[in-house]
């Protein structure tokens, strides 16, 4: 399993956390940028990760900028991407059980390294549990068809 990671300035160290964190777990990563502290922006590096995961070329990502907030909006612009912006446990559990999020994105000034670390393994850990779920998501998909149509 390929996975992406992404960040600007505001995330680069907790984005080194979590490479550390997947690499640990014998996974294969592909860091995207950006690779210094230079003030960047945050869509660029987005743009990178979304779009891998958005093709099948990585089946999972992750993004961190300073909030994430930035990162979650400019993801979720691409077809077929469910970038989740988790803060805590509940949510990088529920983030995968029920949404299928296929980007973890977090925030860099507002978590702690030890928290990040800690929900990429629950994101990871858990499963999609499908079902009532997965409606949600063909709407969700539905809507993605109804951009590209033009008709909305
Ligand atoms: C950069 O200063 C900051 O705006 C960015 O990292 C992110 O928090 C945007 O959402």
């Known amino acids: 399993m390929m996975i992406v990671l992404g960040s600007d300035h505001g995330g680069l160290e907790l984005?080194?956390?979590?490479?550390?964190?997947?690499?640990?777990r014998g996974l294969e990563t592909l860091d995207l940028g950006t690779g210094n502290g230079d003030?960047?922006?945050y869509p660029d590096f987005?743009?990178?990760?979304?779009?891998?995961?958005?093709r099948g070329e990585a089946e999972?990502?992750?993004?961190?900028c300073g909030t994430g907030i930035g990162m979650s909006i400019t993801a979720n612009k691409y077809p077929g991407v469910r970038a989740a912006l988790v803060?805590?446990?509940?949510?990088a559990q529920m983030a995968r059980e029920h949404n299928n999020a296929n980007i973890l994105v977090m925030g860099g000034r507002v978590m702690s390294e030890?928290?990040?670390r800690h929900l990429v393994d629950v994101w990871l850990d858990a499963e999609?549990?499908?079902?009532?779920?997965?409606r949600r998501l063909d709407k969700i998909a539905r809507i993605e068809q109804d951009v590209r149509s033009g008709s909305i």
């Open 87 to 91: 803060t805590d446990e509940y949510m």
């Open 60 to 64: 999972l990502g992750v993004l961190i």
């Open 46 to 54: 987005a743009e990178k990760v979304a779009l891998a995961v958005s």
């Open 39 to 41: 003030s960047v922006d």
């Open 114 to 116: 030890e928290n990040a």
């Open 128 to 134: 999609y549990e499908g079902g009532r779920h997965q």
């Open 15 to 24: 984005k080194n956390a979590v490479a550390q964190v997947l690499a640990a």
